[in-house]
C-alpha cells in the first residue's frame, strides 16, 4: 500500500487567499502581482494593503518593497516611501528599479538634482533600463534643460530605436528650443 500525502494546492488567487500567510510563504508571487494590478488600476490603497501584508511577513523582499514605495509614492506619501526604497536599497544596492523608483521620489520632492544622480545610478546599473534614460529626458525639460534634454534624448533614441516615444519627443524637445531663441 502506498502512503499517499495530500497535495497542497495552489493559492486559488481570491482576495481571501492573497491574505493567507501560509499561501504566501509557499509562493508570493500572486500576492506581489495583484498587487501590481491594482497599481495598474490607480487602486492604491488596495496595491498598499497588499504590499504592506506582504512586507510585514517578508520585510527583505526588494520587490515587495519596491511595490510598497512605488504605492506610497503614488499616494503621496513621499517621505514614507523614500524610506521604504532606501530600505531595499539597503538590502540590494545593486538594483537599478530601486534606484530608479528612488528617482521618481526625489522627482515628485522636486529634488532634480538627486533625481538626476539616481536615475544615473539605474543606468549605471543597468545600461538597458530603458525607463530611467526615458525620465532623465523627461526631468531635464521639468528643468528647462533642454539643451540636456536634446543630448539625452538623441542618446535615447540611438540606445532604443524601436521606441516610438523616442521621436515624437525629440521633435518637441527640438520645436521647444526653436521657440526659445525667439
Not at 7 to 36: G, M, S, V, W
Not at 146 to 161: D, G, H
Request: contains cysteine; negative net charge; proline residues 5%.
Amino acid at each position: 500500500m502506498q502512503n499517499n500525502k495530500p497535495l497542497l494546492a495552489p493559492p486559488r488567487n481570491t482576495e481571501q487567499d492573497l491574505f493567507n500567510i501560509e499561501a504566501f510563504k509557499r509562493d508570493a508571487d500572486p500576492l506581489i502581482e495583484k498587487a501590481y494590478d491594482f497599481i495598474e488600476e490607480e487602486n492604491y490603497q488596495k496595491a498598499f494593503e497588499l504590499f504592506a501584508f506582504a512586507a510585514s511577513i517578508d520585510n527583505e523582499n526588494t520587490e515587495i518593497l519596491n511595490g510598497l514605495g512605488i504605492t506610497l509614492c503614488e499616494m503621496g506619501r513621499l517621505t514614507e516611501s523614500l524610506k521604504i526604497l532606501e530600505r531595499a536599497m539597503r538590502i540590494d544596492d545593486k538594483d537599478p528599479v530601486t534606484f530608479a523608483n528612488i528617482a521618481g521620489v526625489y522627482w515628485e520632492l522636486e529634488d532634480y538634482e538627486r533625481a538626476l544622480y539616481y536615475y544615473q545610478r539605474a543606468i549605471d546599473i543597468d545600461p538597458y533600463i530603458e525607463e530611467a534614460h526615458y525620465n532623465i529626458v523627461n526631468l531635464y525639460i521639468d528643468m528647462n534643460a533642454l539643451y540636456a534634454a536634446l543630448i539625452r534624448c538623441t542618446e535615447f533614441c540611438a540606445k532604443f530605436p524601436k521606441d516610438p516615444e523616442g521621436p515624437e519627443l525629440l521633435s518637441n524637445i527640438m520645436l521647444n528650443l526653436a521657440i526659445s531663441l525667439y
